[in-house]
């Protein structure tokens, strides 16, 4: 149900007020930016804190980080909701994690529908579908007027709209079947003898297509001055794979997988940023860690692969190089924004 008046209420009120130490997290496609969301982030910012990627990530931050940090410390999300939005797998792991921080009775997401009908909506996410709505074809102050009701009454009655959380019991044991249901069968999933088998062909395409996107990059843009290269070998416990991209000042963003063996324990991918360093004697001792993140695969019901750092953050293989890619885009325009400074 699109509003344009409030989110509680019949009409926006102008002269509430947030608590200023409020943390606002606002989750968006960039296609959005430059109309809506910087204008949007302005006024805001003024009233709470606000994270923005604008303002919140400087060069050379890590992205993957600055995000979940941003996550992690909101105290509301404010998510415009547009076509571009719904194509975006950063945004569907930023909706992701801020369901996740959502309890039983409290709401954390507060929706912007920007150009969207409820059917697209609700193709993207039900639950989004059915909560409340601001519509941002309103003037910009009584879209914000509309965002500080919405938090105010969050914050004091911890529930957007006075309604029972299910209409129907029987639905509550349906819900909860399913749920037991899907959990049986991913955990028969995962510990079925060709989970291993499932994994090392993710691993094998991932690492393949990261070659791929980096060969595409680099000859597209020599003066990036990027490199990179891969391999296979044998070591024990576990076999690893790996893939290097050396940046022009030698840093290396690398990814390295170890190979299930029988079973998916002790299966893992590194994705890190490291700065090589050298003894007096010119042998590479113990690098600088830029940057470090470790995920472990899980199998779907159905055997797709997920990679997952934590309870918020989980990949396919196409998020997963996208988050790869992102990293390496981050830590290469620190170093290119520092080269033309000087």
Not at 144 to 166: K, Q, R
Request: with cysteine; charged share 25%; aromatic share 10%.
């Amino acid at each position: 149900m699109l509003i344009t008046a409030p989110v509680i209420g019949t009409a926006c009120r102008c002269d509430k007020q947030m608590k200023p130490e409020t943390k606002i997290f606002i989750s968006h496609a960039t296609e959005d930016k430059v109309e809506f969301v910087r204008p949007l982030a302005e006024k805001l910012k003024r009233l709470s804190h606000v994270w923005y990627d604008e303002y919140s990530l400087p060069f050379g931050a890590s992205i993957f980080g600055s995000i979940s940090a941003g996550l992690k410390d909101c105290d509301f999300g404010v998510v415009v909701l547009s076509d571009p939005f719904f194509q975006k797998k950063w945004t569907q792991a930023e909706i992701a994690g801020l369901f996740a921080l959502e309890n039983v009775g409290t709401r954390k997401i507060v929706p912007i529908w920007k150009g969207v009908s409820k059917s697209e909506v609700e193709k993207f996410s039900p639950i989004l579908a059915d909560r409340r709505a601001i519509d941002s074809a309103q003037e910009l102050d009584k879209v914000v007027a509309c965002i500080v009701e919405a938090i105010e009454a969050a914050s004091v009655e911890s529930i957007y709209v006075h309604e029972p959380i299910v209409s129907d019991p029987r639905k509550c044991f349906q819900t909860l079947g399913s749920r037991l249901s899907e959990y049986v069968a991913t955990r028969a999933m995962n510990q079925s003898p060709g989970a291993p088998n499932l994994v090392h062909a993710a691993q094998s395409q991932f690492v393949s297509q990261l070659n791929a996107e980096v060969e595409q990059i680099a000859l597209a843009n020599p003066k990036f001055g990027i490199s990179w290269s891969s391999g296979e070998f044998r070591c024990i416990p576990y076999d690893i794979v790996w893939f290097n991209v050396t940046l022009p000042n030698e840093d290396v963003v690398r990814v390295e997988t170890t190979r299930p063996k029988g079973a998916l324990t002790g299966t893992r991918l590194d994705i890190s940023v490291f700065r090589p360093k050298r003894d007096e004697h010119g042998s590479f001792i113990r690098p600088d860690r830029l940057e470090d993140h470790q995920f472990v695969p899980e199998l779907t019901a159905n055997g797709n692969v997920v990679w997952t750092e934590s309870a918020t953050i989980r990949f396919d293989n196409s998020g997963l190089v996208d988050f790869f890619l992102m990293t390496l885009h981050s830590h290469l325009a620190a170093i290119i924004e520092s080269r033309m400074k000087g």
